[in-house]
DNA sequence: CTTTGCATTAACAATTATGTTAAACAATTG
DNA sequence: CAATTGTTTAACATAATTGTTAATGCAAAG
């Protein structure tokens, strides 16, 4: 067997834990049943990943990486002009959660449900956040002093939009059957929807 | 052993299958733990319960009652002028998700992973959303001819309303150790971020 | 006081998941 | 092609968890 074929069957495994493991979480994931998804017999996953701790981790630690990318990288292009940045953050953030719907009840559930792990990881992104904020704040201030905006809280800000674009897409199939045909068609409602968050957002920070 | 014992006991598997449930969910709940913290041997919850799957349903079914009790009635008075019934909306909904900060998470992780199970409950549910919804948007339409507020969709303002106040709680443990100062004092947070939310939902029907 | 019925316990049964191992197999290398 | 290394399988071991049961206790009712 050569090179190629060993790393489709780790990968295959890899992808079939990854959709487990966001949809039942830890807890509700089965080995076996990731091993069947993968095509390969259980013996074999505990053979290339050892526990099913191990092969938990690998998935965390990629879809943590991803997601703070991300997050992070919605706090766009400081070349612009601070509202339209922000309506940038909004729409970027927004399409990256859309493509990767189940990443924060992910991540939040995994969070809630072992906090002790964590610490480590959080220092890290503190500090990458806390270094963000001083210069947006800052920004923002600065912006606010020439009228163009009203002063607010960068923090406070960013809090609202993680809260208007995740939770559409967490609780989404909480709402879609109570909501009619507001949700009958996805693609729609989610336009509709993003729309309705940049709009939202951008009343919150424009000077009145 | 007289009937307050007897029910003492089935109340107290209960309080702690709650606890269990809403922290650790079904897969991760043990019933040999919940049974420890009400203080019986674990034959005992079997006995007043019958299997796992039982007991659960007891508390989801409780959940689910409180919730939606709850989220109906926070689009409170309507003989308010409709300004004032959407901010007095705001407060009441964020005012039971922090006197129930676990609900939430509890029941999108529920119908995520159950879907199944929640089709009869969901037409229930979306048969008494439906009716309040067309009383609230001829009510906002109305107030807008009038000139009180800006004309939005009913449903997308309740989303809004509901995601700002939920993920405030939903994210809390993930977002705490990334947010420093801002919320050493837990208190202090929320008061802030209840008045950041409601500032943000009346500046979205503010009229321009 | 005895009978009846519920409450309680401890021991046990069954199932299910994770993880291991030894042996078979395949491939690569010298 | 022999030796070595890594891969695969099937069978097994272990542990945890849910659920059952038969025996015992106990209280109230007749």
Chains 1, 2 share one sequence.
Do not use: W
């Not at 509700?28 to 091993?35: D, E, L, Q, V």
């Not at 002063?151 to 109570?178: E, G, H, Q, W």
Request: net charge neutral; glycine share 4%.
């Amino acid at each position: 067997m050569d090179n190629q074929e060993r790393q489709n069957k780790e990968q295959e495994i890899l992808e079939a834990a990854e959709q487990e493991f966001l949809t039942k979480g830890y807890d509700g994931a089965r080995t076996t049943s990731i091993a069947k998804a993968a095509g390969v017999t259980h013996a074999m996953l505990h053979y290339y990943f050892r526990t099913k701790e191990q092969l938990f981790e690998r998935i965390v630690d990629e879809k943590f990486r991803v997601m703070s990318r991300s997050t992070l990288a919605a706090f766009g292009d400081p070349s612009l002009p601070m509202v339209e940045r922000v309506r940038c953050g909004v729409i970027n953030h927004f399409d990256f959660v859309s493509r990767n719907p189940l990443l924060p009840r992910f991540i939040i559930n995994e969070i809630v449900s072992r906090p002790e792990r964590y610490g480590v990881l959080h220092a890290r992104i503190g500090a990458i956040i806390d270094n963000v904020y001083r210069g947006l704040q800052a920004d923002i201030d600065a912006a606010a002093e020439r009228g163009e905006m009203e002063r607010v809280d960068a923090k406070m800000l960013f809090i609202s939009i993680m809260s208007l674009n995740i939770f559409t897409f967490i609780a989404y199939p909480f709402m879609k059957p109570l909501m009619g045909e507001l949700m009958a068609d996805d693609a729609k409602f989610l336009e509709a929807r993003k729309a309705e968050n940049i709009e939202t957002i951008m009343r919150r920070i424009k000077k009145q």
